[in-house]
């Protein structure tokens, strides 16, 4: 049975920073592309980052780019999302997903339903 668990969570201020943490068990974690999504309230989930089997692409929403890093360390089965210069437009669940099939292009954008496998979120609140 697939698990994905978030962490790392959390109320901060504008201009801050927070390091979301995303651990996976029942699937071989190595030979899974990775991604974070997040959906605010009254929007549709979108994607915030992606990240392939061995961690040497990646791929990130505009709004992501520059303040954003997505990480993994396979020997930990873990995902990693620091995120830095946080706005209020950031607020929202943030979504860890896996995907072992990898039948989506790094050149079109990221879809929810590409990846099978999804956590409970974790909740980001950024206040001004």
């Known amino acids: 049975q697939v698990q994905v668990v978030e962490s790392g969570g959390g109320l901060v201020q504008a201009g801050g920073s927070l390091r979301l943490s995303c651990t996976a068990s029942?699937?071989?974690?190595?030979?899974?592309?990775m991604a974070w999504f997040r959906q605010a309230p009254g929007k549709e989930r979108e994607g915030v980052a992606r990240?392939?089997?061995?961690?040497?692409?990646?791929d990130y929403a505009d709004s992501a780019k520059g303040r954003f890093t997505i990480s993994r360390d396979n020997a930990k089965n873990t995902l990693y999302l620091q995120m830095n210069g946080l706005n209020p437009n950031d607020t929202g669940m943030y979504y860890c997903?896996?995907?072992?099939?990898?039948?989506?292009?790094?050149?079109?954008?990221?879809?929810?339903?590409?990846?099978?496998?999804w956590g409970q979120g974790t909740q980001v609140t950024v206040s001004s």
């Open positions: 029942g699937l071989t974690f190595k030979d899974y592309a």
């Open positions: 997903a896996a995907d072992g099939n990898l039948n989506w292009s790094w050149h079109s954008p990221m879809k929810a339903s590409d990846f099978p496998y």
């Open positions: 990240i392939d089997w061995k961690g040497s692409r990646t």
